[in-house]
């Protein structure tokens, strides 16, 4: 991220109604934190992860990867159960990234080894068109395409 030093005339940093300091991550910074989020989560890093999607899981409550990258660390660590729980709570606006969470849930309880409620996650996520849908359907063995 960019010190507001950086940033020049039109900062990114602001002041909230409250009196606190309001950040604006701009979309390269949010890519920056998701990549480091990324790498921690691969290498099982929990705490790491956490620490980071933690903080986009505020900047960014209407975006799924927050989301899917805590659950991620959870996997990489072997904690498939936990990723479950977080996948449950998870929540974001777009429509297609909400398919995309429920897929990844999906996957999330069959690694845990909940196979018939996974299977039944995904039965549901499958019919429609987008990454959440096709994604179910891969993890279904089913065709991409309805």
Known sequence: MHSPEDRGPSSEVGTSVSGETAIVLSAE????????GFLAADQGDVA??????????????????????????????GRADEAVLFLERASCLDKDETGVLHAWH???LQLAGHHAQSRALLERVAPGHG???????TLLGLPKEN
């Open 131 to 137: 990454p959440g849908p096709q994604l179910a359907r």
């Open 48 to 77: 790491s992860a956490d620490a980071v999607f933690d903080v986009l899981c505020r900047l960014r409550p209407d975006r799924a990867y927050p989301w899917l990258g805590k659950a991620l660390a959870r996997f990489y660590a």
């Open 106 to 108: 999906g996957l999330a």
């Open 29 to 36: 910074d949010a890519k920056l934190l998701t990549e480091v």
